[in-house]
């Protein structure tokens, strides 16, 4: 093979990654994950990393103790937060293709 061919093809291979890298990057700026709770009571807003962002309590949230309430606002949160690390795992799949699936796993907090 001549040497500028293989050069020319690598360049090609850097520059892919490079695309693929910077689109995975504008993906991951706009992850976020909301869930609300079955009964309406919360709606937890996570960030990449578990980082609470927003929490609303909503109508419902009256009619429960403070004991519920704090079960339901970990619980939501909780679930948003796994939302977010399958987020993150769709937004790098295309640039770590089957591993996406195990960083989803780490990302969400629970790696296998």
Known sequence: MDAQVWLDGYQR????AGRRAREVQER????????TSPDGAVTAT????GVLRDLVLHEAAERLSR????????ETAA?????????????VAPLLGPE???FAAFAAGNPR
């Open 13 to 16: 291979r850097i520059d892919e």
């Open 28 to 35: 991951l700026g706009a992850v976020e994950a909301s869930v």
């Open 46 to 49: 996570v960030v990449p990393g």
């Open 67 to 74: 004991i519920q309430l704090a079960e339901t606002i970990t």
């Open 79 to 91: 679930a948003a937060h796994a939302a977010a690390g399958r987020a993150v795992a769709d937004a």
């Open 100 to 102: 996406a699936t195990s």
